[in-house]
Structures are given as structure tokens and as C-alpha cells.
Nanobody, 117 residues
Framework: QVQLVESGGGLVQPGGSLRLSCAAS????????MGWYRQAPGKQRELVAR???????NYGDSVKDRFTISGDNAKSTVYLQMNSLNPEDTAVYYC???????????WGQGTQVTVSA
């Protein structure tokens, strides 16, 4: 089994910054990629950012140039630095882990990010 523990969500004013962290533990030898998705009320879950073990990064169009994803392979931890936040970034952010062997996907419990004055 794989456990994903997220931290770092909260309330921030427009223009502010937050940093999310997600640590993976358990049976993670074959872990290939980790990332963040988000889901706002009434909307579908969407990709925010993703990073592979080899360092390849992908970003959702709405967060490019504002968010940065990084990873620490030794700690099996991924970080999401979010800058220039705006109210449209308000959502529950979910950590995601992908294992190509068997095509397994794991999700964290989610952390709320609220951008409001």
C-alpha cells in the first residue's frame, strides 16, 4: 500500500503565496511520478502540476509561470510552490502518485486552498 500525506493548504489573500508538500510512504520502490490535481466546487478535477522521477515537469495551462513543482527523490516528497494566487485557484488540492507497473494511481486526502480577501 501507498500513503500520501499532504500539508500546507490554507487561506491566503489574492496575490499571495502558499507551498504544498506531499510525502509518499509504503510500497514506493516503483514510484514513477507525483503531482497535484485540484477540484473546485462544481468543476472537474484538473491537473495542476506533475513531476517524474527523472525530473520532467508538466503544468496545467492556468498555473504556468505562477506555480513551480519540485521533488526530493530521497524523501519521496513533492512540493508545489504557488505564487500570485487568485480566487480562481481556490479548490481542494490532491496529491497524486503514479506507478507504471500495473498502472496504479494513488490519491491523498486533499488539502483546501482558499484565495480570498
Amino acid at each position: 500500500q501507498v500513503q500520501l500525506v499532504e500539508s500546507g493548504g490554507g487561506l491566503v489573500q489574492p496575490g499571495g503565496s502558499l507551498r504544498l508538500s506531499c510525502a509518499a510512504s509504503g510500497s514506493i520502490l516503483a514510484l514513477d511520478a507525483m503531482g497535484w490535481y485540484r477540484q473546485a466546487p462544481g468543476k472537474q478535477r484538473e491537473l495542476v502540476a506533475r513531476i517524474t522521477r527523472g525530473g520532467v515537469r508538466n503544468y496545467g495551462d492556468s498555473v504556468k509561470d505562477r506555480f513551480t513543482i519540485s521533488g526530493d527523490n530521497a524523501k519521496s516528497t513533492v512540493y508545489l510552490q504557488m505564487n500570485s494566487l487568485n480566487p480562481e485557484d481556490t479548490a481542494v488540492y490532491y496529491c497524486h502518485a503514479y506507478f507504471p507497473l500495473g498502472g496504479r494511481n494513488y490519491w491523498g486526502q486533499g488539502t483546501q486552498v482558499t484565495v480570498s480577501a
